[in-house]
């Protein structure tokens, strides 16, 4: 059964980087689409950024382009959310999930999904 942990969150001042990773147990990393999703308190869950399931292209929503990159390391199952220049208001739990169908940008086309990590931007 896929399993996935994510890790890497925690608290930042608004300006500051973390990197956010996703740990993927199983034989079918390679062969799905993996998305980042995060949920503000109060706001529904709104989609990151996704990668294909080869890593040659990369879905990234508008409010974070330009900060936020998204990658995928093979030997390691493992799909990471990199994100520069952040600001309060990115201030929410992370998800990473595994793609199954349809388009990239609806959290309903997601199997799987990890528990979350938590990033706070402070002011």
């Known amino acids: 059964q896929v399993q996935l942990v994510e890790s890497g969150g925690g608290l930042v001042q608004a300006g500051g980087s973390l990197r956010l990773s996703c740990a993927v147990s199983?034989?079918?990393?390679?062969?799905?689409?993996m998305g980042w999703f995060r949920q503000a308190p109060g706001k529904e869950r709104e989609f990151v950024a996704a990668?294909?399931?080869?890593?040659?292209?990369?879905y990234i929503q508008d409010s974070v382009k330009g900060r936020f990159a998204v990658s995928r390391e093979y030997a390691n199952n493992t799909v990471y959310l990199q994100m520069n220049s952040l600001k309060p208001e990115d201030t929410a739990v992370y998800y990473c999930?595994?793609?199954?169908?349809?388009?990239?940008?609806?959290?309903?086309?997601?199997?799987?999904w990890g528990q979350g990590t938590q990033v706070t931007v402070s002011s």
């Open positions: 999930a595994v793609h199954m169908y349809g388009d990239y940008f609806n959290s309903d086309r997601y199997g799987r």
């Open positions: 199983g034989r079918t990393f390679s062969s799905y689409a």
């Open positions: 990668i294909s399931w080869n890593g040659g292209r990369t």
